[in-house]
């Protein structure tokens, strides 16, 4: 079982920017970082596998980063250039098993979730 609680969601205007952290009690093959606007489905934002490798959603490519501090077992997800279409309840998650690069962003290949941080973008 992995543990997770994410941090550092909030209200904030457009063009700015947020960074979200995710503790995990451990980590996995892979973990990412998805979000569901209200209405709508859960899509995936960006993903890191073990060896770092990052992969993210053409919607934020350029604008968000994902990255993992191991010695503190701390996902994390820097939003920059924030839009008020990035508004939603973000999640980290963690795949128990290692995911091919066409799954590393669809919600149903992953395991284990946290329960969600909301970020708010005022235009």
């Known amino acids: 079982q992995v543990h997770m609680v994410e941090s550092g969601g909030g209200s904030v205007q457009a063009g700015g920017s947020l960074r979200l952290s995710c503790a995990t009690s451990t980590y996995t093959y892979n973990m990412a970082w998805f979000r569901q606007a209200p209405g709508k489905e859960r899509e995936g934002v960006a993903a890191i596998t073990g060896g770092g490798t990052t992969y993210y959603a053409d919607s934020v490519k350029g604008r968000f980063t994902i990255s993992q501090d191991n010695s503190k077992n701390t996902l994390y997800l820097q939003m920059d250039s924030l839009k008020p279409e990035d508004t939603a309840m973000y999640y980290c998650?963690?795949?128990?098993?290692?995911?091919?690069?066409?799954?590393?962003?669809?919600?149903?290949?992953?395991?284990?979730w946290g329960q969600g941080t909301p970020v708010t973008v005022s235009s």
């Open positions: 998650a963690a795949a128990a098993r290692l995911l091919w690069v066409g799954s590393i962003l669809r919600p149903q290949d992953y395991d284990y």
